[in-house]
């Protein structure tokens, strides 16, 4: 049966999953007797999986063999398949138009989490599980899209280590791949990641319980923090009932949105150091320990300076706020913790939204469900620059570490730069784009990195003021529905569907 359907076009194959998927929020809304809510998703699963079926007929006898393929169905999975899922989400809430719903589908599947809605009871609580559900069906996607489909086309991070000339271990990958049957690949990494991600959602979603949250706040908590969506059916990790237990379990949780060495240790042929000697790893780690550092002793010092609250209670609070927060903000997550606000009020001093921006824009680790430029590609940077800065010092000096750490401060500094300015300036094209639709600049900017970095809640800290959404015109709403599907593939996939060779057989 799965050999069969592996056969079918992948889109067809997403089609028919988001048909299935429908039937959860439907049953949540039966036992809530909202029955309004159950039967337009009953309704819209039921419709949908009729044309799955008749799609999936005319294309029995389609076969798509190459990778491109599956790339092409991915950009498809991210633009049109939310428009199949905006349809339950337009039918069950009033007074919301289709593009405010297309808006929502596509900000919950790119896991994204940006809402027009910023008070949590306008919406219905299974319209929060449908939301929830699609950020955790696009984690997923991407978990074993990274493996299958990524890794072997060099593109999503991978390109920073399987370049010409560089090890063994990345260029057997990518052999493997280019003869392989992507629909094997997919069957094969799928079978592996599938219940190892839920198994940690039903981890995440029990230890949430356990701390005092209520059940389905913690199911829809465990699936956003796993996806790194940030959604959330009563407004954030702030309004919830697990107090300082639950954001430490949470935190726990945010080192697989860090590295895929988490996860996926060896299961692309890459990555056989443990975590604790991952790069990624570590780069995020001292990211988080030196800004929360900063952060406290920048309000700390002002604090006792002032004596406004010398209490070392208040002071440890601040600390976790910080740490809490800056790691939520890294892995794209956006959660905000509750002890945040003690952070600002100890020393009376704001804390600066541009700096939740640059953490957001560096992002999390390569094939995990985290966005913006990835720890890789910053690590690749920041080693070139120490040994440029070594050979100022020694220029007849030669750089040791092995092969692959020269191919990463040469090649892979090379390719990470190049996506780093085409980063830069797709903000800056988006930004003109919003500015054309009416929209100023600071709020450009911030909408522009929380849609590329896939880190919408963004737009409530990243700013001098909070940004709504929902104050913005319909057509910068579009834009940022397409800046969110290529923030969520990368420009570097966008580009491989542009380049002739890429289609040549």
Known sequence: MIARLSKRPFFVILMGLACVAMIIPSVHALMLEDFAVSRAFLYSALLFFVLTLFVGFATANYQVGALRGYLVSLVAAFLVLPLLMAVPMYESVARMSFVEAWFE????????????????????????????LM?????????????????????????VRALRGGSAS???LTQIGRVTDPSARLVRFGAKLIPLYTALTAL???????????????????MSVLSTSGISPVGGIVFSSGG?????????????????????????????????????????????????????????????????????TIGLRAMWGALFTIASFLTTTGFESADWTATRQWSGLGTPGLMLVGLSLIGGGVATTAGGIKLLRVYALWKHGQREVERLVHPSSVGGAGAAARQIRRQGAQI???????????????????????????TALVLSVAALSTTGPLAALGAETPISYAGIPDLAKIVLVFTMALGRL????????????????
């Open 105 to 132: 589908a596509v900000s919950s599947f790119t896991t994204t989490g940006a809402t027009l809605y910023d008070n949590p009871r306008q919406l219905p609580p299974s319209v929060h599980l449908w939301r929830a």
């Open 135 to 159: 950020g955790w069906l696009g984690g997923l996607l991407m978990w074993v899209a990274a493996i299958s489909i990524f890794a072997p086309l060099n593109i999503g991070g991978f390109e």
């Open 170 to 172: 990345s260029q057997s």
């Open 204 to 222: 995440l979603w029990l230890g949430l319980i356990a701390v005092g949250e209520v059940p389905f706040v913690a199911l829809c908590h465990a």
């Open 244 to 312: 300082f237990l639950g954001e430490l379990i949470i935190a726990g949780f945010f080192v697989f949105a860090l590295s895929r060495v988490a996860f996926s240790r060896g299961l692309a042929g890459q990555e056989l150091n443990p975590l604790h000697k991952d790069s990624e790893f570590q780069m995020g780690l001292a990211l988080i320990g030196i800004l929360a550092m900063v952060l406290f002793l920048r309000h700390g010092l002002f604090a006792f300076d002032e004596g406004a609250n010398n209490d070392i």
């Open 416 to 442: 990470a730069w190049i996506f780093f300015m085409l980063f830069v300036i797709s903000i800056a094209a988006v930004m003109v784009l919003l500015a054309l639709t009416g929209v100023q600049f600071e």
């Open 490 to 505: 990368e420009a570097l996939a966008i580009i491989a569907l542009l380049n002739p060779e890429f289609w040549r057989r």
